[in-house]
């Protein structure tokens, strides 16, 4: 009881922001925690003070007349929800004087200050709490205990002491530190609060328990009245990723080279077609031609799948030409877009399971020179002569086909490129007149065992 009439006494709840320089010797508090209390306070009461305005200087050449002392008003109000008007001062037409009430806004005097002597003068504060824009910091005097380890029964909501001295015991937390802070969000401010408790629990009591309850406001509309500020600049450099822009497409076509649209679905073996392009040329690009280095099918749009299907390989090598007649490039009118055909397969260890399957196709795409070399190339299996042939005639690049091409060159606009998605059906089945097998008989009279034919032994 003793305790409770000595009517804790808090600090004024600020939401300036102080910082805290992390020191090893004294943990989270950065430096000595009275020191640290003092710059708050000190802090604190600076921004209490008001600010004068600029003073007009008085002018010699007007003998005894001189300008009156500018105004002297406060830095800022905290000002509740209702005083938030600021539709009212937008730009009209016409002039009119100006209201009351924008007067009493615009020519504020500071809140008178509290008014302390007496016992009040004299009287130390047992709980002090100062409140930073991301954290609380408590401190409660020692001298109100008997015990020597009242420090452990002393928490804030779930959290222990940080720090202690000779005469206070420290807590010092972020709101964010998961120690029961509550989060109450309000009209003119928002507050967060939390319980400072002692409870022993040993078998006997030394201290009587306590709880007091502590709270942080943070007004959310003020009015300032600071005539001006200086900038601080300070240099300094930031660096950012840049992302590089896509530079090429895989889309599915139709045999045409028309785009397709919607889902859709191919028959097992049937001739799929699809075009590699440029999204946009630059000035590096001219003269160039587009090629494609591999590519795979998978059963996900992940590139990355352990299940996939090769079809090109070895640096641009259509080895899928040499299992299924449509797989092979194709020639077009530009040597910056790359068409190819592969036929349509399924990857058998779902195709039980499943009545359709879904799949991709993942390109690695480059720009090259417009003469194919063995690392940059189009080269198609011609099964007529068992030999590999480049698509516009340099078939001398293909030769390493068979075998394993040198390896290319790594360029950074080289990249793995993804196709929209596409559907191969499992239950289709090839067109055929179906007929249940006939057996012809003859009637049994056409048969007899005198017959020349049968009766020989």
């Not at 590699?276 to 998978?298: D, E, G, H, P, Q």
């Not at 090769?310 to 259509?318: E, K, L």
Request: charge should be positive.
């Amino acid at each position: 009881m003793g305790l409770m009439q000595a009517g804790f006494l808090f600090l004024l709840f600020w939401s300036a922001c102080f910082q805290f320089i992390d020191k090893a010797e004294y943990g989270v508090f950065g430096q000595d925690p009275e020191l640290d209390q003092e710059k708050m306070e000190t802090v604190a009461d600076e921004d209490e003070t008001e600010d004068s305005a600029p003073q007009l200087k008085r002018s010699a050449s007007h003998g005894d007349l001189s300008t009156p002392e500018a105004m002297k008003l406060p830095k800022y109000l905290n000002v509740p929800a209702s005083y938030d008007q600021k539709q009212l001062f937008k730009p009209e037409r016409g002039v009119r004087p100006l209201p009351e009430w924008a007067r009493k806004i615009l020519l504020a005097s500071a809140p008178a200050a509290p008014v302390t002597g007496g016992a009040e003068m004299g009287r130390d504060n047992v709980v002090e709490i100062l409140c930073h824009v991301d954290k609380m910091y408590v401190r409660i005097r020692k001298r109100v205990f008997k015990s020597r380890d009242a420090y452990k029964y002393l928490k804030l909501g779930t959290c222990p002491v940080n720090q202690e001295n000779e005469h206070y015991y420290y807590f010092l937390y972020s709101f964010v530190t998961g120690c029961g802070f509550k989060k109450e969000s309000h009209a003119d401010y928002l507050s967060i609060s939390n319980v400072l408790r002692f409870r022993q629990t040993t078998p006997v009591l030394r201290e009587m328990p306590f709880e007091i309850p502590l709270q942080c406001r943070f007004p959310r509309f003020f009015h300032s009245y600071k005539v001006g500020f200086h900038p601080k600049l300070r240099g300094g450099t930031v660096f950012r990723a840049l992302k590089q822009k896509r530079m090429f497409s895989l889309t599915l076509v139709d045999a045409s080279g028309n785009n397709v649209t919607g889902t859709k679905i191919y028959t097992l073996g049937q001739s799929m077609y699809f075009e590699a392009s440029v999204l946009y040329t630059t000035a590096s690009s001219r003269n160039k031609r587009l090629y494609i280095n591999k590519c795979f099918m998978t059963p996900s749009s992940n590139p990355d799948s352990n299940l996939k299907y090769t079809v090109v390989d070895n640096n641009g090598c259509m080895i899928d030409g040499k299992v299924m007649l449509q797989s092979k490039f194709l020639t077009g009118s530009s040597k910056m877009v790359q068409r190819l055909t592969v036929g349509a397969v399924i990857f058998k260890d779902s195709a039980s399971m499943i009545s359709s399957q879904e799949q991709y196709l993942h390109c690695e795409i480059f720009m090259g020179s417009p003469t194919p070399t063995r690392n940059s190339k189009a080269c198609n299996y011609d099964p007529v002569t068992g030999s590999w042939k480049e698509l516009y005639g340099y078939d001398t690049v293909c030769a390493c086909c068979e075998s394993t091409c040198s390896p290319p060159q790594q360029r950074a606009s080289r990249k793995i490129i993804s196709s929209h998605s596409w559907m191969v059906d499992l239950t289709s089945e090839d067109e055929h007149v179906k007929s249940e097998p006939k057996m012809k008989s003859r009637d049994a009279g056409m048969f007899n065992l005198d017959d020349s034919d049968t009766g020989k032994t």
